[in-house]
């Protein structure tokens, strides 16, 4: 009789343990029990599960999320080759909106087109560790859509902010060719610690919080217009044409301690063109971004308390065993378990 309650709590803590993890594989050879379409598995979850997206040749398609889930994909590499590839994310509500999707978390996917938020009062959502490969915009925040933080993504295209409040920006690389951010007016906008490649100017922005930012110009002037009113504190700005400048805090905003036209010193990366990612944009021992930032970081993607990491997989820990260590007790008495557990194998 033991030996069967014995094994019936230790199916317990493994049920427990795996109950909310969805693997997805829409590869031919997946293992299996694994789902293939990613989409039916958003649907037939349940708020709070976590989906485990692994790559793949083939794109997932649009996924249309309408309650909380924590998406994982594999990372990437940002070169042509397979990868968790989802065409849009779309953040939504429930038919009867008891339910939306607030405080979903995607990351380490290869988004082709964007991430949108679909509909009103959609808050809280996390868009870390992934690839934008499209050049126009890369996230929509099209309704009332708050409290969103993106960070340590790449993206090819802008941020449609939208007249949206309270989100954060940070640890980001903008590839170039684009405003970066556009269509802001609150003060609770925060865009700190990115890099600007190939870089204009923030897209009709106002009233925002712009701090420890590097602006690789691409013009190399700004008269001013499209936006004024934001706060720019300790960033750097370098443009590759010497005749040229760009004045930190630009023309209808204000600041301090920023570097105006100073080379910020990249170990090989290009000072004139988009980012290129076979070269390395860490800070050299010399660079003026050292310990510039305003909060005793480095200025620029690498600086503040989430450092840009190239091709952010997921960390989220899997059981691989657990052990009893006092399998016979009396009524009352606790179970010691030890548990070990390693991040998942996408």
């Not at 989409?39 to 909380?68: E, F, H």
């Not at 980001?172 to 865009?191: D, E, P």
Request: hydrophobic share 30%; glycine share 8%; with cysteine.
């Amino acid at each position: 009789m033991k030996k069967y309650i014995l094994l019936a709590v230790i199916l317990t803590f493994v049920i427990m343990a795996q109950a909310t993890i969805i693997n997805v594989d829409n590869k031919a050879n997946r293992p299996s029990g694994y789902l293939t379409n990613l989409q039916l598995a958003v649907t037939n979850a349940s708020a709070g599960d976590t989906l485990y997206v692994y790559p793949s040749n083939i794109s997932y398609g649009n996924i249309n999320i309408k309650k909380q889930l924590y998406l994982f994909g594999s990372g990437y590499d940002g070169k042509i080759g397979t990868a968790s590839k989802v065409d849009y994310f779309y953040l939504d509500t429930a038919a009867t909106p008891s339910s939306n999707s607030s405080g979903t978390v995607i990351q380490g996917f290869t988004i082709e087109r964007s991430v949108n938020c679909y509909k009103n009062n959609i808050k809280d959502i996390k868009i870390t560790g992934n690839y934008f490969s499209y050049y126009g915009n890369n996230i929509n925040l099209y309704e009332d859509c708050s409290g969103w933080v993106i960070s340590n993504n790449y993206l090819s295209g802008d941020i449609n902010i939208s007249n949206n409040n309270t989100i954060v920006i940070t640890n980001n690389v903008f590839k170039g060719n684009s405003y970066g951010i556009r269509t802001s007016n609150s003060s609770s906008i925060v865009i700190s610690h990115n890099l600007f490649m190939n870089w204009g100017y923030l897209n009709n922005v106002q009233n925002a919080t712009v701090s420890n930012n590097i602006f690789i110009c691409n013009t190399g002037s700004y008269t001013g217009g499209t936006m004024n009113n934001n706060t720019f504190t300790n960033n750097i700005s370098y443009c590759s044409n010497s005749s040229n400048s760009y004045t930190l805090p630009p023309t209808g905003n204000t600041g301090s301690g920023n570097l105006e036209n100073q080379n910020p010193l990249f170990v090989t990366g290009s000072l004139s063109n988009n980012y290129d990612d076979t070269k390395d944009y860490h800070l050299q021992s010399s660079s003026p971004a050292i310990n510039a930032a305003s909060d005793g970081t480095d200025i620029g993607q690498y600086g503040g308390t989430e450092p840009f990491v190239w091709g952010k997989a997921l960390t989220i820990p899997s059981v691989t065993e657990m052990f009893i260590s006092n399998p016979i007790i009396n009524q009352g008495t606790d179970i010691n378990v030890n548990i070990k557990a390693k991040k998942a194998d996408l």
